[in-house]
């Protein structure tokens, strides 16, 4: 890392990276499972944080402006984001990461591009943002993508573990054989594997 710039973009990488490994070797089924007490499943955490970084991202991209306003009914609105956070049957955990990785690149893209000190509008009509505040830099907002990621991770490591016993070393140890660049190509095997 040479400058504030190059260290946000590898952090945020790493942290994207995670739910590659915490989903290496699952089913569709054992990454929609939800075997805690937690409704949370790995599928639902993939899908959550690809729609996390699509809405603060899409702040990013339109800063110093509101993005567009989505012109969809609320109830619609509402529904999406409550089904932002299950793996539906008719998902795959393939799909899911096939559209985490489009939008890892896109969050990176804009990491690199986008001026760090820009102003990001604070919705105001969003009861859990702080009211009076007006906004926040680009750079706030990664560094809070940054860790809703870390904080998920930590949530799918918990989940993972519940499944099948394994930890972040071994699966990290289990894709040692495997190239992965999740934001540019799915993995692949290794030539020299």
Same mark, same amino acid.
Request: hydrophobic share 40%.
């Given at each position: 890392?040479?400058?504030?710039?190059?260290?946000?973009?590898?952090?945020?990488?790493?942290?994207?990276?995670?739910?590659?490994?915490?989903?290496?070797?699952?089913?569709?089924?054992?990454?929609?499972?939800?075997?805690?007490?937690?409704?949370?499943?790995?599928?639902?955490?993939?899908?959550?944080?690809?729609?996390?970084?699509?809405?603060?991202? @899409?702040?990013? *991209?339109?800063?110093?402006? /509101?993005?567009?306003?989505?012109?969809?009914?609320? %109830?619609? #609105? !509402?529904?999406?984001?409550?089904?932002?956070?299950?793996?539906?049957?008719?998902?795959?955990?393939?799909?899911?990461?096939?559209?985490?990785?489009?939008?890892?690149?896109?969050?990176?893209?804009?990491?690199?591009?986008?001026?760090?000190?820009?102003?990001?509008?604070?919705?105001?009509?969003?009861?859990?943002?702080?009211?009076?505040?007006?906004?926040?830099?680009?750079?706030?907002?990664?560094?809070?993508?940054?860790?809703?990621?870390?904080?998920? @991770?930590?949530? *799918?490591?918990?989940?993972? /573990?519940?499944?099948?016993?394994?930890?972040?070393? %071994?699966? #990290? !140890?289990?894709?040692?054989?495997?190239?992965?660049?999740?934001?540019?190509?799915?993995?692949?095997?290794?030539?020299?594997?």
């Amino acid at each position: 890392m040479t400058d504030e710039r190059s260290a946000l973009r590898e952090y945020l990488a790493y942290h994207q990276s995670a739910y590659f490994a915490v989903s290496y070797g699952l089913t569709d089924e054992q990454a929609r499972s939800a075997p805690t007490v937690s409704a949370l499943s790995i599928g639902g955490l993939v899908k959550h944080v690809t729609g996390m970084q699509r809405t603060w991202m @899409a702040r990013v *991209a339109a800063a110093p402006h /509101e993005p567009p306003r989505d012109p969809r009914p609320f %109830e619609e #609105i !509402a529904k999406e984001f409550g089904d932002q956070h299950v793996m539906r049957p008719d998902e795959t955990l393939t799909g899911l990461l096939d559209a985490f990785k489009a939008q890892n690149a896109e969050s990176l893209r804009l990491v690199e591009t986008a001026d760090l000190d820009a102003k990001v509008p604070v919705p105001q009509d969003i009861p859990w943002f702080p009211e009076g505040l007006e906004a926040w830099s680009v750079r706030w907002v990664i560094m809070h993508v940054i860790n809703e990621l870390a904080r998920h @991770a930590g949530h *799918a490591d918990i989940i993972r /573990e519940t499944i099948d016993g394994a930890t972040m070393y %071994e699966l #990290i !140890a289990g894709l040692e054989n495997w190239e992965p660049r999740p934001w540019v190509t799915p993995w692949t095997k290794r030539a020299d594997a």
